[in-house]
């Protein structure tokens, strides 16, 4: 990785940029980029409400591990809620509920005697606004997630807080001012913090609903940057109503909108570079060129 | 209004109409401000002649001397102090522990008709008259040991204290983002972990913040303890004994026939006056840390 925060980090790529053109240093597993991609999460038939009104409908669409995949499509579309859907976070509104599965590795996280807090821990997640614990060092935030897990050997606490601040591109900024409150740091430094708590209990998926909307454009970049690295490791999935960060980051692309209903709907997912110069759509080329949303 | 000549702004019409508003805004303002002034008169002139009648008789053998037999002028009020501080202290110990549970319990599992029934009633226990109270325990703990103790007054104490902090809790907690505990939602903590490890620290200082004013309430309450400490003009420590208690001692000096027992009661209540002066101070540098935490 360039140090980050050094002008030759920044300037790599222009910010118009469409292509994703970060390769990922090993794109996947076996190192063979012609091997079929394993799906991570199937997300399978899913429906969700707010009380009585629908807000997605019936999506069905197949995450690949290790690849960052994009949903984007105009306000209210319900691309957050279907995002919430897939570690159970969205039972967690008030009124919110699901229908349908999401399988991962096989297993339904919506089965019957499946612990939510088990689930959360494999499907993490980043949100729109940075939220560190606002009682909590950095040191200590980015712990948060292991305290839960019951971890309490300090040497492993400490080398886990290393790695994930050092994964989160943040530990050259702070590996000295570890003690002090997570939200002393910059708006960029905090959501950066909190991708470090979200990978600390080293979860499988790491979902991330609009993580630059509260962002300026160079922590912006920082963080685009940070979600190619991290598809190494990990499977992203990405909210954005930004079309050129999912067309900079993303390797596929959801397209959703909200129809006649005001529900949600599925409308194209396909390889990002085909839905950004083919698509197959008349709605996604409308909104991908611009003319609504 | 104006009609289509709009070669001025400011016709003859509207200036008047301007002067108008001016005048109607001049004098509410100043309604309402002689309002608030006279809201806080009583606060003024109360701080006032407390000081004037009381500094006389403060001394330091007021505060280190227990109360000479009836008559005798001098002494002082040690035990009294000892015993507002020791009841005040066990009350805080007992129900503290109950509101702030019972905060937790209406901010966090409260949003349902179990929590909206339990809200009205913690609201209703808040209005309680506290001689009512005091009478309460006294049929309840008094009665039947048939004796009056100092547990019974803390007992009085924290049953006022009780729904005070637990609806400040509730607030304190209700004000702590919706985000945070999403983040430890997102992190598979459950739902008592992040109650205990994000939601209760951050509204902490709100909820010391509600347990200092309560403090300053249950301090100065002599209704309560008439039936349940009595009053002790001895020193005492024993919990299981009548003890003194400052607003009880005044009561007791205030209509007494003897002068010197007027200028102590005056005395203590500018002890009982400083004290929540300087909870009030606490609270607000509390107040102020937790803004800038915030920022």
């Given at each position: 990785?360039?140090?980050?925060?050094?002008?030759?980090?920044?300037?790599?790529?222009?910010?118009?940029?469409?292509?994703?053109?970060q390769?990922?240093?090993?794109?996947?597993?076996?190192?063979?980029?012609?091997?079929?991609?394993?799906?991570?999460?199937?997300?399978?038939?899913?429906?969700?409400?707010?009380?009585?009104?629908?807000?997605v409908?019936?999506?069905?669409l197949?995450?690949?591990?290790?690849?960052v995949?994009?949903?984007?499509?105009?306000?209210?579309?319900?691309?957050?809620?279907?995002?919430r859907?897939?570690?159970?976070?969205?039972?967690?509104?008030?009124?919110?509920?699901?229908?349908?599965?999401?399988?991962?590795?096989?297993?339904?996280?919506?089965?019957?005697?499946?612990?939510?807090?088990r689930?959360?821990?494999?499907?993490?997640?980043?949100?729109?606004?940075?939220n560190?614990?606002?009682?909590?060092?950095?040191e200590e935030?980015?712990?948060?997630?292991?305290?839960?897990?019951?971890?309490?050997?300090?040497?492993?606490?400490?080398d886990?807080?290393?790695?994930?601040?050092?994964?989160?591109?943040?530990?050259?900024?702070?590996?000295?001012?570890?003690?002090?409150?997570?939200?002393?740091?910059?708006?960029g430094?905090?959501?950066?913090?909190?991708?470090?708590?979200?990978?600390?209990v080293?979860p499988?998926?790491?979902?991330?609903?609009?993580?630059?909307?509260?962002?300026?454009?160079?922590?912006?970049?920082?963080?685009?940057?940070?979600?190619?690295?991290?598809?190494?490791?990990?499977?992203?999935?990405?909210?954005?109503?930004?079309?050129?960060?999912?067309?900079?980051?993303?390797?596929?692309?959801?397209?959703m909108?909200?129809?006649?209903?005001?529900?949600?709907?599925?409308?194209?997912?396909?390889?990002?570079?085909?839905?950004?110069?083919?698509?197959?759509d008349?709605?996604?080329?409308?909104?991908?060129?611009?003319?609504?949303? | 209004?104006?009609?289509?000549?709009?070669?001025?702004?400011?016709?003859?019409?509207?200036?008047?109409?301007?002067?108008?508003?001016?005048?109607?805004?001049?004098?509410?303002?100043?309604?309402?401000?002689?309002?608030?002034?006279?809201?806080?008169?009583?606060?003024v002139?109360?701080?006032?002649?407390?000081?004037?009648?009381?500094?006389?008789?403060?001394?330091?053998?007021?505060?280190?001397?227990?109360?000479?037999?009836?008559?005798?002028?001098?002494?002082?009020?040690?035990?009294?102090?000892v015993?507002?501080?020791?009841?005040?202290?066990?009350?805080?110990a007992?129900?503290a522990?109950?509101?702030?549970?019972?905060?937790?319990?209406?901010?966090?599992?409260?949003?349902?008709?179990?929590?909206?029934?339990?809200?009205?009633?913690?609201?209703?226990?808040?209005?309680?008259?506290?001689?009512?109270?005091?009478?309460f325990?006294?049929?309840?703990?008094?009665?039947?040991?048939?004796?009056?103790?100092?547990?019974?007054?803390?007992?009085?104490?924290?049953?006022?204290?009780?729904?005070?902090?637990?609806?400040?809790?509730?607030?304190?907690?209700?004000?702590?983002?919706?985000?945070?505990?999403?983040?430890?939602?997102?992190?598979?903590?459950?739902?008592?972990?992040?109650?205990?490890?994000?939601?209760l620290?951050?509204?902490?200082?709100?909820?010391?913040?509600?347990?200092?004013?309560?403090?300053?309430?249950?301090?100065?309450?002599?209704?309560?303890?008439?039936?349940?400490?009595?009053?002790?003009?001895?020193?005492?420590?024993?919990?299981?004994?009548?003890?003194?208690?400052l607003?009880?001692?005044?009561?007791?000096?205030?209509?007494?026939?003897?002068?010197?027992?007027?200028?102590?009661?005056?005395?203590?209540?500018?002890?009982?006056?400083?004290?929540?002066?300087?909870?009030?101070?606490?609270?607000?540098?509390?107040?102020?840390?937790?803004?800038?935490?915030?920022?």
């Amino acid at each position: 990785m360039n140090e980050p925060g050094s002008p030759a980090a920044i300037g790599e790529r222009s910010p118009m940029d469409l292509r994703p053109t970060q390769t990922m240093a090993t794109p996947n597993a076996n190192g063979d980029d012609k091997a079929p991609k394993r799906i991570a999460l199937r997300v399978d038939h899913i429906s969700a409400w707010y009380g009585n009104k629908l807000a997605v409908s019936d999506i069905t669409l197949d995450v690949d591990a290790h690849s960052v995949t994009a949903l984007i499509g105009p306000s209210g579309c319900g691309k957050s809620t279907l995002l919430r859907c897939m570690n159970r976070m969205h039972e967690v509104t008030p009124r919110g509920r699901v229908e349908g599965k999401v399988i991962l590795e096989g297993e339904d996280i919506y089965g019957a005697g499946t612990d939510p807090t088990r689930v959360r821990q494999r499907i993490g997640m980043v949100f729109q606004k940075p939220n560190p614990f606002p009682t909590m060092s950095i040191e200590e935030n980015v712990a948060a997630g292991l305290r839960f897990m019951s971890i309490t050997s300090k040497s492993e606490i400490a080398d886990r807080v290393e790695n994930s601040l050092k994964a989160a591109a943040l530990w050259d900024e702070v590996k000295n001012d570890l003690k002090k409150p997570g939200i002393a740091l910059s708006g960029g430094q905090q959501q950066r913090l909190c991708i470090a708590r979200a990978i600390a209990v080293e979860p499988e998926v790491v979902l991330m609903d609009e993580p630059c909307s509260a962002l300026d454009p160079l922590a912006t970049l920082k963080v685009e940057d940070l979600m190619r690295t991290l598809a190494v490791k990990y499977t992203i999935v990405i909210v954005t109503h930004n079309m050129q960060q999912a067309a900079r980051v993303s390797d596929r692309t959801a397209f959703m909108l909200a129809g006649e209903g005001g529900f949600g709907q599925l409308i194209e997912y396909r390889p990002t570079d085909e839905i950004f110069t083919n698509p197959s759509d008349k709605r996604t080329e409308d909104y991908i060129t611009g003319r609504f949303g | 209004m104006t009609t289509a000549s709009t070669e001025s702004l400011f016709t003859p019409a509207t200036e008047s109409l301007f002067r108008r508003r001016r005048t109607t805004d001049r004098v509410m303002t100043i309604i309402m401000l002689s309002a608030a002034v006279l809201a806080v008169t009583p606060l003024v002139l109360i701080v006032f002649h407390v000081l004037t009648h009381g500094i006389g008789a403060l001394s330091l053998s007021l505060l280190t001397e227990d109360p000479n037999p009836a008559g005798r002028p001098g002494g002082g009020v040690r035990n009294s102090i000892v015993g507002s501080a020791i009841m005040v202290g066990m009350a805080t110990a007992i129900g503290a522990p109950i509101a702030i549970a019972c905060g937790v319990f209406l901010s966090e599992y409260g949003q349902n008709r179990l929590g909206t029934v339990l809200r009205f009633l913690v609201d209703v226990l808040a209005g309680m008259p506290s001689i009512t109270i005091g009478l309460f325990i006294y049929s309840l703990v008094v009665l039947p040991n048939k004796k009056f103790t100092a547990i019974a007054g803390a007992m009085a104490l924290a049953v006022i204290l009780i729904p005070v902090v637990a609806r400040i809790t509730e607030e304190m907690l209700l004000l702590v983002p919706r985000s945070l505990r999403e983040a430890a939602f997102a992190l598979g903590a459950p739902r008592w972990r992040t109650v205990m490890t994000v939601v209760l620290p951050t509204a902490l200082p709100g909820i010391v913040t509600g347990l200092m004013l309560a403090l300053s309430r249950i301090a100065g309450e002599a209704a309560p303890l008439l039936f349940t400490s009595l009053g002790n003009q001895f020193f005492s420590t024993d919990p299981f004994s009548a003890i003194d208690a400052l607003p009880t001692r005044i009561y007791f000096y205030a209509s007494g026939p003897f002068d010197y027992w007027h200028e102590q009661a005056w005395a203590m209540s500018l002890l009982l006056v400083g004290f929540i002066l300087v909870v009030s101070l606490i609270v607000r540098a509390l107040a102020g840390t937790k803004v800038t935490v915030r920022q």
